[in-house]
């Protein structure tokens, strides 16, 4: 059965050793390339080979030995790991045990030359034509790995929102790819590790090959995604074309048809029945499990049902002696599962053809060499009725194609080509080692254009946040002014608030009726504890003192001069005092005019913090300070005459002597 049926999906590399060799220094390699029935020839080195395929992507690369191309299996597998989804190595002359180029490209009638070039071309054709295994070390099971792009650091203020913001990114690109694989139909299991803030990474495990999926890794901001395929335990040799074994077969004709598949080692591959399946749905199946070399029937003679179905497939026909006793076959078949009579009497008919050849197939075997398909010389010898030694003669190369092995013919170099060839060795060497430091340096560009968009991304994130921590500042500065101006507001309200109060009281007792005033003319008295600085201050910010106020001091003693030319710029209409003043304060106030009385005078009524006094009281303080006032003129001016004269005497008597 056909599993390749177009091996051109891409041109085709057709590769042989030039020189060198792949365990030493610089070997170089024949390179033919198929495209479109057109050859191309080049002789390149091996880093060049390696560039090609990545920049081409051929369908199929094909060589003779895939160990021209490793080392070693370490190296193999690092090779095929290296090699583009849609690229499939091929080695043309089979799997393990390898036969001879010359004999392959015989078989099937593609041109061969000894030379290198002519063996890549040779490979490139076969591999073309489905000849060959495909060389493989991965399963088709793939592994897509959705993971942080960049490191969540080491802390800082904003650490947490950066941290959830990538692990976020993370998730939602995994959801991302879980969605396409849904939509492309593809078999897949999902294993997520959540953290803060959504997942650290997300893999799938994916029942198909890279160039099947659709995503392809990926390398951007806060995600990456990875790809690789599941590896095998050891390299696996799959032809490129699966082989159709030669089976034999049994029919159970009749109401419900039935077959059975027997391989020519004598296991039971498959069985069927059915009452409703034609003679070309029977094929079909058939052609399915292999390519019948025997039809064999439970009866004789052959049924012609039976003889149909041998004659589409020109199989030899095998029938019993006699028709097999119903015991006998269910004696046979013991050792088989089957679902009904009609499966069994089929499989049983297989199997006694199986017996009845048995010797035949194991001295064809004995007699058949390693390097043939022993399969095939059976198919000569039982269908053809050949001898074994015919049969292989039939499949046998020509002898001189037979002798030949893949190797090269070498000459003597004369002195001059060896310097050439030297010369161009180092050439290419150095070519070779300059495309390397190229790559190496467009590689670094491209990680370092990477860094500078994350640095640049970085310090644009930094600034943002930098302009956010300065609004936040500026913020909370003007709310914590405004706040301040709104509690210095609220004092300065409250404040006011209780000296307009005050204020009031003061100013109906002013304008006061009350019962208890009768006719009398109430004033209010403002109190101050202390003849002091700071007493007179704190009662003008209290309730305020201004000119023409009667100011009461429960204690008038003590009172300076700086103290007394305070309350002078007052201008009060009059001090009633508690206790005597100094001498200063007494001649301060009275140079200034402000008259000052005891406050045992008058009748001070005290309401809560304020007071009242009958204006008749404070006139009459008023009038005896005046004639005080008018005393003290007199004898300060009689006491001013007094002392002019007994200077004008003085003067006199002086003047006389």
Not at 509 to 536: P, Y
Request: charged fraction near 35%.
């Amino acid at each position: 059965m056909t599993v390749r049926t177009n091996a051109l999906d891409g041109p085709v590399f057709g590769v042989d050793i030039q020189s060198g060799d792949i365990r030493g220094d610089a070997p170089s390699y024949a390179l033919a390339v198929l495209d479109d029935g057109q050859i191309e020839r080049d002789v390149v080195s091996f880093r060049k080979l390696c560039r090609l395929i990545k920049s081409e992507e051929p369908g199929l690369l094909a060589t003779d030995n895939a160990y021209e191309l490793a080392e070693d299996k370490d190296a193999l597998v690092g090779f095929l790991r290296r090699l583009p989804s849609a690229t499939t190595l091929v080695q043309v002359t089979g799997d393990e045990r390898p036969e001879p180029l010359s004999r392959v490209a015989t078989r099937h009638g593609v041109p061969y030359g000894k030379k290198p070039m002519q063996e890549a071309e040779a490979a490139a054709r076969l591999a073309a034509a489905n000849v060959g295994c495909e060389v493989s070390a991965f399963t088709n099971t793939t592994t897509v790995k959705v993971a942080r792009g960049r490191s969540t650091g080491k802390g800082g203020w904003s650490q947490d929102r950066y941290t959830r913001r990538i692990h976020g990114s993370v998730k939602r690109m995994a959801k991302k790819v879980e969605s396409k694989l849904s939509e492309a139909n593809l078999d897949f299991e999902k294993d997520a590790t959540e953290k803060y803030g959504g997942y650290s990474n997300a893999i799938f495990t994916v029942e198909a090959t890279p160039d099947e999926l659709p995503v392809s890794t990926h390398r951007s901001g806060d995600t990456r995604i990875e790809i690789e395929r599941e590896q095998r335990d050891g390299i696996s040799y799959e032809p490129l074309v699966k082989r159709r074994d030669r089976v034999i077969v049994g029919i159970d004709p009749g109401t419900t048809t039935a077959a059975a598949v027997v391989s020519l080692d004598g296991r039971v591959l498959d069985r069927f029945s059915s009452r409703t399946a034609d003679t070309a749905a029977v094929i079909e199946w058939l052609i399915d499990r292999g390519r019948p070399l025997i039809v064999a029937a439970d009866v004789t003679p052959m049924p012609e049902t039976v003889e149909k179905f041998r004659r589409s497939f020109d199989a030899t026909r095998w029938v019993p002696p006699s028709d097999i006793p119903v015991d006998e076959k269910v004696h046979r078949a013991r050792d088989h599962e089957y679902e009904n009579d009609h499966e069994r009497d089929a499989m049983a008919a297989a199997l006694y053809a199986y017996d009845d050849h048995e010797d035949q197939f194991d001295r064809i075997a004995e007699k058949t060499p390693r390097q043939f398909d022993r399969e095939e010389v059976i198919a000569h010898v039982v269908a053809g009725g050949a001898s074994v030694e015919a049969a292989l003669r039939e499949l046998s190369d020509d002898e001189e194609a037979d002798s030949e092995e893949s190797t090269h013919e070498v000459r003597e170099l004369s002195e001059e080509e060896q310097r050439i060839k030297r010369l161009e060795e180092q050439v290419e060497r150095l070519q070779s080692h300059t495309d390397e430091l190229e790559a190496k340096l467009d590689e670094r560009d491209e990680t370092i254009e990477e860094y500078k968009q994350e640095l640049s991304e970085a310090r644009r994130e930094e600034r943002r946040e930098a302009r956010e921590r300065r609004e936040i500042s500026q913020r909370n500065r003007e709310i914590n002014r405004l706040e301040r101006e709104r509690d210095e507001a609220v004092e300065r309200a409250e404040e006011l608030e209780s000296k307009l109060d005050r204020l009031k009281e003061l100013w109906k007792l002013d304008h006061s009726n009350v019962d208890w005033a009768g006719d009398r003319n109430l004033v209010s008295v403002k109190m101050v504890e202390q003849f002091t600085n700071r007493a007179i201050e704190a009662a003008d910010e209290q309730f305020g003192l201004t000119s023409g106020d009667i100011i009461y001091f429960r204690d008038a003693s003590g009172a300076g001069r700086s103290t007394a030319e305070m309350l002078a710029d007052i201008e009060p209409r009059v001090v009633l005092r508690e206790g005597g003043l100094s001498d200063v304060a007494d001649e301060v106030l009275f140079e200034a005019g402000i008259p000052v009385g005891p406050a045992e005078d008058v009748s001070i009524q005290e309401i809560d913090e304020l007071a009242v006094v009958d204006d008749s009281e404070i006139e009459a303080v008023i009038e005896d300070w005046e004639r005080r006032a008018e005393e003290r003129e007199r004898e300060q001016k009689a006491s001013m005459v007094d002392e002019l004269i007994s200077e004008h005497r003085a003067d006199t008597k002086s003047s006389g002597s």
